[in-house]
């Protein structure tokens, strides 16, 4: 049976209003996706900004913090702050494990070898570690910081 002309036309409306319906909804998704894409990229940037803004306040107060002296010159200057308080400060093994940190121990009175350790770590990055104390002796490791020393 012939289609008549009837069935025909319904048949080019409903294709036409397929096609009508598919590219609104393709316009539709196409404009949504741009203005996502939009916000991400805007958040991407405002993100981005804070991140700069962060490491540029770091560098500047690393740039502020006081250099650190090579080891080796540390040492000394420790080494003289001890000797002129009639201490001694001997190294220990664990200095030879790194170029940064030389490992030592301060002997003596008790009260005097914590006066020397604060005084060591007024003038010079050092940390003390570890103190054995005995009624009139004490003995203090002490570690002394620096930058890479090849001197020894």
């Not at 894409?37 to 690393?62: G, H, M, N, P, Y």
């Not at 570690?129 to 490791?141: G, N, P, T, V």
Request: glycine share 2%; with cysteine.
């Amino acid at each position: 049976m012939p289609i008549t002309i009837e069935e025909r036309y319904f048949k080019y409306i409903t294709a036409a209003v397929v096609l009508v319906s598919c590219m609104i909804c393709f316009s539709i998704l196409k404009e949504r996706y741009s203005e996502r894409e939009a916000r991400f990229q805007q958040l991407d940037s405002q993100s981005l900004d804070s991140k700069i803004t962060q490491v540029k306040k770091k560098t500047k107060e690393l740039r502020k913090a006081a250099q650190l002296n090579p080891v080796w010159d540390n040492w000394r200057i420790a080494k003289d702050i001890a000797s002129s308080a009639g201490l001694t400060l001997t190294t220990s093994k664990d200095s030879q494990k790194s170029r940064q940190i030389w490992v030592g121990t301060l002997s003596g009175d008790p009260i005097l070898v914590l006066a020397v350790a604060q005084r060591i770590q007024q003038k010079i990055a050092a940390q003390m570690i570890k103190m054995d104390y005995m009624s009139s002796s004490a003995r203090l490791e002490i570690a002394i910081l620096g930058t890479d020393s090849t001197q020894h």
